[in-house]
């Protein structure tokens, strides 16, 4: 696609469920980003892959969280046993450099957990 | 600890006057910085940058300035239009410490009037 595609835009789970959240970055972009963003606030990083390498994972709030991009292109957040303070909106980002440039985002993906 | 600082939460103009939107920032090795916009259920977009070597940017209606001994930059939009109210995010990076990523702060929410 154009774009930057997430899925899924919605995701409801019980506390203590797991959950995958999936990224689709514009083809051919190296850089790939996950964030963060609870309500009113902006986003906050939480990790960075350059191609298939995981370059900094330092935003990540626990070791619930855990990213993948195992090809260089399509990347996975996966959180496990969630809280409800891992309600957020998860947004996405790409970009053709590796140095700090223009990002793209995705339209994000809400996680609520009950 | 909040980095960049967004210190209005909203901001509301008339059709065709000036828009000036605030940010501080308190990381001294910050030396890019990025203005998005962000309308609701859709990812941020990315609007201007300005880099550290200069004081200002401008593209058509938006003009960003920076004030690097007093950590501050403004996003002025020239004249405003109602297509123009939506949520902006000031942003930095420190590209010899931290690469790509990006800090936000927390948005201001711009209404314009007709």
């Known amino acids: 696609g154009a774009g930057v595609s997430q899925s899924p835009r919605y995701k409801v789970a019980k506390r203590g469920q797991d959950v995958a959240l999936r990224c689709d970055p514009i083809?051919?972009?190296?850089?790939l980003f996950w964030y963060q963003q609870a309500l009113g606030q902006g986003p906050e990083f939480l990790t960075y892959?350059?191609?298939?390498?995981?370059?900094?994972k330092s935003g990540l709030p626990s070791d619930r969280f855990f990213a993948e991009r195992p090809e260089g292109s399509v990347s996975t957040l996966k959180i496990q046993r969630t809280q409800q303070e891992d309600s957020a909106v998860y947004l996405c980002?790409?970009?053709?450099?590796?140095?700090?440039?223009?990002?793209?985002f995705g339209e994000g993906s809400r996680l609520t957990v009950l | 600890d909040q980095q960049v600082k967004q210190n209005s939460p909203s901001l509301s103009v008339q059709e065709g006057r000036i828009s000036i939107l605030n940010c501080d920032y308190t990381?001294?090795?910050?030396?890019?910085f990025l203005w998005y916009k962000k309308y609701p259920a859709e990812g941020p977009t990315f609007l201007i940058s300005?880099?550290?070597?200069?004081d200002k940017n401008e593209d058509g209606r938006f003009t960003v300035f920076l004030n690097k001994s007093a950590k501050h930059l403004s996003l002025h939009i020239v004249p405003s239009q109602p297509g123009d109210s939506a949520v902006y995010f000031c942003?930095?990076?420190?590209?010899?410490?931290?690469?790509?990523?990006?800090?936000f702060g927390e948005g201001t929410q711009l209404t314009v009037n007709p």
């Open positions: 892959f350059q191609n298939e390498a995981q370059l900094d």
């Open positions: 083809s051919g972009h190296v850089s």
């Open positions: 942003a930095a990076s420190s590209r010899e410490t931290s690469g790509s990523r990006l800090t």
């Open positions: 300005i880099s550290s070597i200069k």
């Open positions: 980002a790409s970009s053709s450099t590796r140095v700090t440039g223009e990002l793209f």
């Open positions: 990381n001294s090795m910050f030396d890019y």
